[in-house]
C-alpha cells in the first residue's frame, strides 16, 4: 500500500510558530509532526510514502533527504509553485504512487493512538472507493453517514450549510479524523484540476460509489491546528503511559 501526507500547508494558524518553519516542522514534545506521522505510517507495514511540500520547501526537502526510515520510502511531490489543497495535491502526486495500490491518506498536523493496520484491514475487507476514519466528537462541521456508515453528506453546523448526497431517514454525524484510505481507480473519476479540496470531490462521488467510514471509538487524538491546540496536546502526551506513547507512533 501507498500513503500520503498533506504537508503543504501554510500554518497560519499556528502563528508565530510556523514564521520561520513550515507547519510540519514544529515539534510536539521534541519530535516534528512530520516524523510522528512518518513513524506511524512505517510501523503500519507501508513501503512507500509521497510527502507534499510548499511552504519553507526547502526545509522540507532537507529534513526528507536527512529522514532514514528501515523499510520504507520517501517520495516528495514539489508544490511550490502553487499550493493545490488535498484534492489537487493528490491528484499532482498520482504519477508518484506504485500503481493499482491504495494510498492512505494521513493529514500531519494530528495525532492519534488510531491503529492504522485495523483500518487498513477494513478497507481491504470491504473494498470502498474511499475509507474515511471518524469518530463521535464535538466539532463544527460533520460529516453524515447514513444507518450502513455510507457516507450520506456534510454539514457545517456554524453556518447552516448542509450537503446531502445520499438520503435516508436518520444521519449519525461524526467528525472526520483526517485519515482516509483511497482505491486507486478514483484517479478515473476525478474530473477536477488545479487546486481543489479533496472532500468536494468525495461528496460529489459518494451518491454513486461506495464511501465507507470507519468509527475510532477509543482512540486518542489531537488536531494541532493552533499554538493553543498544540499545547494542550503536549500536556496530554505527557500525561500517556509507556503503551499509549508506543500507538502514538
Known amino acids: 500500500m ?10 497560519t494558524r499556528l502563528r508565530p510558530l510556523t514564521s520561520d518553519k513550515p507547519k510540519a516542522l514544529v515539534e510536539v514534545n521534541g519530535i516534528t509532526m512530520l516524523e510522528m506521522a512518518l513513524r506511524k505510517i512505517e510501523n503500519a507495514g507501508i513501503s512507500r510514502v509521497v510527502v507534499n511540500v510548499h511552504h519553507f520547501r526547502d526545509k522540507m526537502v532537507e529534513f526528507i533527504n536527512n529522514y532514514q526510515p528501515q523499510n520504507m520510502e520517501v517520495v516528495v511531490s514539489d508544490e511550490s509553485e502553487e499550493l493545490l489543497d488535498t484534492g489537487g495535491g493528490l491528484l ?3 504519477t508518484l504512487f506504485t500503481p493499482n495500490q491504495p494510498i492512505l491518506l494521513y493529514n500531519v498536523d494530528i495525532v492519534t493512538t488510531a491503529n492504522l493496520p ?6 481491504q475487507k470491504f473494498e470502498p472507493l474511499v475509507s474515511m476514519m471518524v469518530k463521535q466528537r464535538p466539532t463544527s462541521r460533520y460529516l453524515l453517514f447514513d444507518e450502513k456508515m455510507q457516507l450520506a453528506g456534510w454539514q457545517n453546523i456554524k453556518s447552516g450549510e448542509k450537503i446531502i448526497c445520499r438520503e435516508t431517514e436518520q444521519y449519525k454525524n461524526f467528525g472526520f479524523q483526517g485519515i482516509h484510505i483511497v482505491s486507486p481507480e478514483i484517479f478515473s473519476l476525478i474530473t477536477e484540476t488545479g487546486k481543489f ?3 468536494e470531490l468525495y461528496l460529489r462521488l459518494a451518491g454513486s460509489n461506495t464511501f465507507k467510514g470507519y468509527e ?4 486518542l487524538w489531537f488536531d494541532i491546528g493552533s499554538p493553543e491546540k498544540l499545547e494542550h496536546t503536549r500536556e496530554q502526551l505527557s500525561l500517556l503511559s509507556d503503551k499509549e506513547k508506543r500507538a502514538i507512533y
Open 197 to 199: 479540496p479533496i472532500m
Open 216 to 219: 475510532s471509538k477509543d482512540d
Open 2 to 11: 501507498n500513503a500520503m501526507i498533506f504537508a503543504a500547508g501554510l500554518g
Open 92 to 94: 499532482k502526486a498520482k
Open 118 to 123: 485495523l483500518f487498513i484491514q477494513f478497507h
